[in-house]
């Protein structure tokens, strides 16, 4: 069989952990989750900021949400986390993998400290929120519809141009480890997707930056999009693809066009991403001049 069983609404009445949830996609992950019925765990090392967001889901419902301090780098936790849904509710339907951080800059200037840190939230929180979840929704797929799980990486996972190096590494892990489990997750009746988005309107274009480096800059023209996307925009995506048991959301149109010609002509697409690279250094030493050293 290799066919997943889908239930007619993923989400309704449906036990939810979005990581990450006290910000940008994440919280417009958990307003479209509660919106559409879900009881959703908003977890987030930010406790203050998780509370905020799911007092005020909660507050218009359908669904419900509740806020939990969550470190997606250590592994008890989350499984702690995990295994709390299931006893409190007899299951977990959905996790969102979407706490994510990011370094932008000359990849000379990360040291050691930094290549851990992106590499233990970006792949290790997502491979924890796998290893802690994973087994309950094999187990759920027994009996029908085991559930799914929907990793948030990046048009960074899909393409690869410099200044954010350490981004795309763990995109890409990010992606392989979402395509390839979804391949062995259907025949148990569990869904996986993967969200590859390109610039989003959150917190997270200001941060992580290194010397002259300027997130909102970069990854507007790095994908050839206008503006960033709207997180709810996003969300309300995020979910149909989920109920339409999609691989993968590319998303905005013009990232999903740039995306297949890189696929069609991969060494075009590099001379492009060198071209850009380079680019980018040029205006950021031109900002740099314009403020006076200061940027
Ligand atoms: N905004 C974009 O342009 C964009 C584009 C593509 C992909 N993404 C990805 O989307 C995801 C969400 O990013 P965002 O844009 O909403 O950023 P954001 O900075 O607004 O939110 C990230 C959240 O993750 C939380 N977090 C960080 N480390 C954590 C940890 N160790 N444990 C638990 N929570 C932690 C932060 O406290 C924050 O609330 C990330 O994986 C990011 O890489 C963002």
Same mark, same amino acid.
């Given at each position: 069989?290799?066919?997943?069983?889908?239930?007619?609404?993923?989400?309704?009445?449906?036990?939810?952990?979005?990581?990450?949830? &006290?910000? $940008?996609?994440?919280? =417009? +992950?958990?307003?479209?989750?509660? #919106? %559409?019925? /879900?009881?959703?765990?908003?977890? *987030?090392?930010?406790?203050?900021?998780?509370?905020?967001?799911?007092?005020?889901?909660?507050?218009? &419902?359908? $669904?419900?949400?509740? =806020? +939990?301090?969550?470190?997606?780098? #250590? %592994?008890? /936790?989350?499984?702690?986390?995990? *295994?709390?849904?299931?006893?409190?509710?007899?299951?977990?339907?959905?996790?969102?993998?979407?706490? &994510?951080?990011?370094?932008?800059?000359?990849?000379?200037?990360?040291?050691?400290?930094?290549?851990?840190?992106?590499?233990?939230?970006?792949?290790?929180?997502?491979?924890?929120?796998?290893?802690?979840?994973?087994?309950?929704?094999?187990?759920?797929?027994?009996?029908?519809?085991?559930?799914?799980?929907?990793?948030?990486?990046?048009?960074?996972?899909?393409?690869?141009?410099?200044?954010?190096?350490?981004?795309?590494?763990?995109?890409?892990?990010?992606?392989?480890?979402?395509?390839?489990?979804?391949?062995?997750?259907?025949?148990?009746?569990?869904?996986?997707?993967?969200?590859?988005?390109?610039?989003?309107?959150?917190?997270?274009?200001?941060?992580?930056?290194?010397?002259?480096?300027?997130?909102?800059?970069?990854?507007?023209?790095?994908?050839?999009?206008?503006?960033?996307?709207?997180?709810?925009?996003?969300?309300?995506?995020?979910?149909?693809?989920?109920?339409?048991?999609?691989?993968?959301?590319?998303?905005?149109?013009?990232?999903?066009?740039?995306?297949?010609?890189?696929?069609?002509?991969?060494?075009?697409?590099?001379?492009?991403?060198?071209?850009?690279?380079?680019?980018?250094?040029?205006?950021?030493?031109?900002?740099?001049?314009?403020?006076?050293?200061?940027?």
């Amino acid at each position: 069989m290799t066919r997943t069983v889908r239930p007619e609404d993923p989400f309704t009445d449906r036990q939810a952990l979005v990581t990450g949830g &006290g910000s $940008g996609i994440g919280a =417009a +992950l958990v307003r479209a989750l509660v #919106d %559409a019925g /879900a009881h959703v765990v908003v977890a *987030d090392l930010d406790e203050l900021a998780a509370q905020r967001v799911a007092d005020a889901a909660g507050a218009t &419902g359908p $669904g419900t949400a509740r =806020a +939990l301090r969550l470190d997606v780098t #250590d %592994a008890d /936790a989350v499984r702690a986390a995990v *295994d709390d849904v299931v006893a409190r509710a007899g299951r977990i339907d959905l996790l969102f993998n979407n706490a &994510g951080i990011t370094f932008g800059g000359e990849t000379e200037d990360l040291t050691p400290e930094h290549w851990d840190a992106i590499i233990d939230v970006n792949i290790r929180g997502v491979v924890h929120g796998v290893a802690a979840a994973y087994p309950h929704l094999v187990r759920q797929g027994r009996d029908g519809w085991g559930g799914h799980v929907v990793n948030t990486a990046s048009m960074g996972g899909l393409m690869a141009a410099g200044l954010i190096t350490s981004y795309v590494m763990t995109k890409h892990a990010v992606v392989g480890l979402s395509l390839a489990l979804r391949t062995e997750a259907a025949a148990k009746n569990v869904g996986v997707t993967v969200l590859c988005p390109a610039a989003v309107e959150t917190p997270i274009l200001e941060k992580g930056h290194l010397g002259r480096f300027h997130g909102r800059d970069y990854y507007l023209k790095g994908q050839g999009v206008r503006r960033p996307l709207d997180p709810d925009v996003l969300a309300a995506e995020a979910l149909a693809a989920v109920a339409a048991d999609r691989p993968m959301l590319v998303t905005p149109r013009p990232a999903r066009i740039a995306w297949r010609v890189g696929r069609l002509a991969p060494a075009f697409a590099n001379r492009a991403a060198t071209r850009f690279v380079a680019k980018q250094r040029r205006l950021q030493a031109r900002r740099a001049d314009r403020s006076g050293g200061r940027a």
